[in-house]
Nanobody
Framework: QVQLVESGGGLVQTGGSLRLSCTAS????????MNWYRQAPGKQRELVAT???????TYTDSVKGRFTISKDNAKNTCDLQMNNLKPEDTAVYYC?????????WGPGTQVTVSS
């Protein structure tokens, strides 16, 4: 079974930064498109960022200019650098892979931004 695990979540003040990392347990990571999703309490899950097989990156409008998705096939990792965090960024962040979206999900990591 493919396993994805997120790390790097935590509590940060408004304007601060966090770097989330997703580590995959598979050797076929190089052919995985990767995504970061987030879900706040009482809200639907939303797509935050995508790293495609062709190397394109896309972002939801609310995080453009603040978040950066990257992928390192040698390390089997996909990171989400989050800068200038806002309270509305508070959510559980999920790594997703294998498509757009793919079938594989991590268990999530909590990001809380205090005002």
């Amino acid at each position: 079974q493919v396993q994805l695990v997120e790390s790097g979540g935590g509590l940060v003040q408004t304007g601060g930064s966090l770097r989330l990392s997703c580590t995959a347990s598979v050797s076929v990571f190089s052919i995985f498109g990767m995504n970061w999703y987030r879900q706040a309490p009482g809200k639907q899950r939303e797509l935050v960022a995508t790293f495609t097989l062709g190397g394109r990156t896309t972002y939801t409008d609310s995080v453009k200019g603040r978040f950066t998705i990257s992928k390192d096939n040698a390390k089997n990792t996909c990171d989400l650098q989050m800068n200038n965090l806002k309270p509305e960024d508070t959510a559980v962040y999920y790594c997703n892979g294998g498509g757009y979206p793919g079938p594989y999900w991590g268990p999530g990591t909590q990001v809380t931004v205090s005002s």
